[in-house]
Nanobody, 121 residues
Framework: QVQLVESGGGLVQPGGSLRLSCAASKSIFSINSMGWYRQAPGKQRELVASITSGGRTNYADAVRGRFAISRDNAKNTMYLQMNNLKPEDTAVYSC???????????????WGQGTQVTVSS
C-alpha cells in the first residue's frame, strides 16, 4: 500500500519560511498530478498549489508569488517552498497525488496524513 509521507511543518514567525516535503513510501510506476491543500480551523480545505507530471504549476491567489511548488520525479517527491509566511497561512497542509496502481491499471487518488504549519509571533 502506497503512503504519502509529509514533513517540514512547524512554528514560524510572520515573514519566515518553511519547506514542506511529500514523499511516496515505496517505488511508484507513475505519478500524474500532485498538489498541496490546506485546511484552517473552521474552514473548508482549499487547494494551495498543484503541479502536473510535466511541471506545469498552478497557485491559489492567496499564495502566488510567495509559495513555490516543485517535484523530483526520480525521487517521487514533491516540495512546497513557503516564503513570507503570514498568520493566515496557518493550517494543516496535506499533499495529494494521482498514483498509477498496476493491479487496477488506473490512477488512484492518495492523500498524506497532514502536517501543521503555524505562523505566529
Amino acid at each position: 500500500q502506497v503512503q504519502l509521507v509529509e514533513s517540514g511543518g512547524g512554528l514560524v514567525q510572520p515573514g519566515g519560511s518553511l519547506r514542506l516535503s511529500c514523499a511516496a513510501s515505496k517505488s511508484i510506476f507513475s505519478i500524474n498530478s500532485m498538489g498541496w491543500y490546506r485546511q484552517a480551523p473552521g474552514k473548508q480545505r482549499e487547494l494551495v498549489a498543484s503541479i502536473t507530471s510535466g511541471g506545469r504549476t498552478n497557485y491559489a491567489d492567496a499564495v502566488r508569488g510567495r509559495f513555490a511548488i516543485s517535484r523530483d520525479n526520480a525521487k517521487n517527491t514533491m516540495y512546497l517552498q513557503m516564503n513570507n509566511l503570514k498568520p493566515e497561512d496557518t493550517a494543516v497542509y496535506s499533499c495529494n497525488a494521482q498514483i498509477y496502481v498496476l493491479s487496477s491499471s488506473a490512477y488512484r487518488n492518495y492523500w498524506g496524513q497532514g502536517t501543521q504549519v503555524t505562523v505566529s509571533s
